[in-house]
C-alpha cells in the first residue's frame, strides 16, 4: 500500500484482523469529502471479493457506526463548553469521563475517538489541506485531528493529535488560539506548527510573532525561526530549527541530519501503514542523512538498506523488519 494515495490495502490471503484493518481503512476513506466515484468502485470491489470481507465490513459498521452518536455529542459539548464556560459539577465530570472511557473500551485506540469527536482529520500517511470561514489555511500532517470554533470574539483550534500547520489571516478583532495539551498558543496573523505526541507539545514559528504558554505560569514570545517544547505545564527553554527540514512534510518529504536510525523509523511509522521494526539494538544508533519521499516507502527502505547494509523483509502488508544484510 502506498500511503500517500487513496489506495486501500487488498490482500491475497488475509486474516481476520486484516481484514478489518482493511475495512476500517475503507470505512474512513469513503467518508472522506474527496472521496471519487472509482474508489466507490473499488471499494464495492473489494466488498465482493468474498464472505470474510463482507463479515469484516459489518464488523467495522457495527462498532463505529454505534459510536457515532455518542462521539457526536461528546464533541458538541466540548464546542458549547469553548462557547460559554460554565462551573461544572462533579456529577458532570463523572458524566464525561464514563463516556470517554466507554469509547476508549469500545474502541480500544485512541486515534478513533479523536477522529469521531474532531471536525476534521487525517489517517495514517494522509495530509490535508483546510481553508477555514476567516480565510485561514491549514494543513493536517499524518494522524491527525482537530476542533474549530470561529466565535465573534475569537477563533479557536483544539489539537487533539498529531500536528498542523497554521496560515492565519490577520484580524486584530479575533485572535487565534490553539489549544494542545495543557497549553495554548495565540496569535493575530502568522505562520507557525503545532506538534503534540506523547503528552508533549512542540511549537514552530515560521513567521510572525507567536505567544506560548504552557497552561501556567507565564508564557513566552517566539520568533521566526525559533521552537519551544512544553508539557505538563512545563516550558522548556527556546531554541533555534531549521525550516527546511521541519516543515518538509507540507511537500510530503522527510529531511534528516545524522539523526539515528531508531529516530528515523519512528519517524518513518507516523505515516506509514503498520509497522517498521528494527532487530539488534546496535541497530539503533546508526546515524541517517537523506531527504526521503514521504509516499515512497519501497524507495525509502532501498535507500536505508544500501547505505546502512541492512536487509528489509516484509512479512504483511503491516510489518516489516529491518536487521543487519
Same mark, same amino acid.
Given at each position: 500500500?502506498?500511503?500517500g494515495?487513496t ?41 465482493a ?11 467495522v ?15 458538541e ?8 464556560p460554565?462551573r461544572?459539577t ?27 469527536r474532531?471536525?476534521?482529520?487525517t ?23 482537530i476542533? &474549530?470554533?470561529? /466565535? *465573534? !470574539?475569537?477563533?479557536r $483550534?483544539?489539537?487533539l493529535? #498529531?500536528?498542523?500547520? %497554521?496560515?492565519?489571516?490577520?484580524d486584530p478583532?479575533r485572535?487565534?488560539?490553539v ?23 512542540? &511549537?514552530?514559528? /515560521? *513567521? !510572525?510573532k507567536?505567544? $506560548?504558554?504552557?497552561?501556567? #505560569?507565564?508564557?513566552v %514570545? ?32 522527510l ?6 536510525l ?5 519517524e ?11 532487530l539488534g ?11 526521503f ?14 547505505t546502512?547494509g541492512?536487509r528489509?523483509?516484509?512479512?504483511t ?9
Amino acid at each position: 500500500m502506498n500511503p500517500g494515495t487513496t489506495d486501500i490495502p487488498m490482500s491475497e490471503t488475509p486474516d481476520s484482523e486484516q481484514l478489518f484493518a482493511e475495512a476500517t481503512a475503507w470505512y474512513y476513506r469513503l467518508q472522506a469529502d474527496d472521496v471519487t466515484p472509482e474508489e466507490q468502485a473499488a471499494f464495492a470491489a473489494w466488498k465482493a471479493t468474498g464472505v470474510a470481507q463482507a463479515q469484516a465490513w459489518d464488523e467495522v459498521i457495527l462498532l463505529l457506526g454505534a459510536l457515532q452518536a455518542p462521539a457526536a455529542r461528546l464533541r458538541e459539548q466540548q464546542r458549547q463548553q469553548w462557547r460559554k464556560p460554565a462551573r461544572r459539577t462533579w456529577r458532570k465530570v463523572a458524566q464525561g469521563v464514563a463516556a470517554a472511557l466507554l469509547l476508549g473500551l469500545l474502541i480500544g485506540q485512541t486515534p478513533f475517538i479523536d477522529r469521531w469527536r474532531a471536525d476534521y482529520a487525517t489517517a495514517t500517511g494522509e495530509s490535508r489541506s483546510i481553508r477555514l470561514d476567516d480565510g485561514s489555511q491549514l494543513q493536517l500532517n499524518t494522524d491527525t485531528a482537530i476542533q &474549530v470554533v470561529l /466565535a *465573534q !470574539g475569537e477563533r479557536r $483550534v483544539r489539537l487533539l493529535r #498529531g500536528e498542523a500547520w %497554521f496560515d492565519v489571516a490577520r484580524d486584530p478583532a479575533r485572535p487565534f488560539v490553539v489549544n494542545a495539551g495543557d497549553g495554548w498558543v495565540r496569535v493575530v496573523g502568522t505562520r507557525f506548527s503545532v506538534a503534540s505526541d506523547a503528552g508533549q507539545t512542540r &511549537v514552530k514559528v /515560521a *513567521q !510572525g510573532k507567536v505567544e $506560548v504558554n504552557a497552561g501556567s #505560569g507565564l508564557g513566552v %514570545f517566539l520568533e521566526p525561526g525559533q521552537a519551544v517544547e512544553y508539557a505538563a505545564g512545563s516550558l522548556d527553554a527556546l531554541h533555534p530549527f531549521d525550516p527546511a527540514g521541519a516543515f518538509a512534510w507540507r511537500q510530503r518529504q522527510l529531511v534528516f541530519s545524522q539523526q539515528p536510525l531508531a529516530e528515523v523509523v519512528a519517524e518513518l511509522n507516523r505515516y506509514w501503514p503498520g509497522q517498521t521494526v528494527l532487530l539488534g539494538d546496535g541497530l539503533r544508533q546508526r546515524k541517517v542523512s537523506g531527504v526521503f519521499e514521504i509516499d515512497k516507502p519501497d524507495a525509502v527502505l532501498k535507500a536505508l538498506t544500501h547505505t546502512l547494509g541492512l536487509r528489509a523483509e516484509q512479512y504483511t502488508p503491516y510489518l516489516r523488519i529491518l536487521r543487519e544484510g
